[in-house]
């Protein structure tokens, strides 16, 4: 399988932004993909925060983060980013990057959908 590799996370104090990013250094994106964006915290569900699909740049978010991430897509670098502004300590949590492929059955937000992932981005809000 394609790995992604995520960079970006740290430790930050609730209101600050970080910008995450998704590399796939061996596999280009492009195509008929949606590039998602999941977290999971200790003892949580994992869930999709953001997607994007890579061509028509159609956007979803969770309704959590919605107002304050922003996915975007960079063609040049072969990288999907997501910004996070107005972070909170809810935010708390490892990010993952994936990538599903449009002519597979499912939603933006299953992560059974999606065929490649990366190891994920620890993010730390405090309080």
């Known amino acids: 399988q394609v790995q992604l590799v995520e960079s970006g996370g740290g430790l930050v104090q609730a209101g600050d932004s970080l910008r995450l990013s998704c590399a796939a250094p061996?596999?280009?994106?492009?195509?008929?993909?949606?590039v998602g964006w999941f977290r999971q915290a200790p003892g949580k569900e994992r869930e999709c925060v953001a997607a994007?699909?890579?061509?028509?740049?159609?956007?979803y978010y969770s309704d959590s983060v919605k107002g304050r991430f922003a996915i975007s897509t960079d063609y040049v670098k072969n990288t999907g980013n997501l910004q996070m502004n107005s972070l909170k300590p809810e935010d708390t949590a490892v990010y993952y990057c994936?990538?599903?492929?449009?002519?597979?059955?499912?939603?933006?937000?299953?992560?059974?959908?999606?065929?490649?992932w990366g190891r994920g981005t620890r993010v730390t809000v405090s309080s």
């Open positions: 994007i699909h890579w061509i028509r740049n159609t956007t």
């Open positions: 061996d596999w280009t994106f492009s195509g008929n993909i949606i």
């Open positions: 994936a990538v599903r492929f449009t002519y597979i059955s499912g939603s933006y937000y299953d992560a059974g959908g999606y065929s490649y």
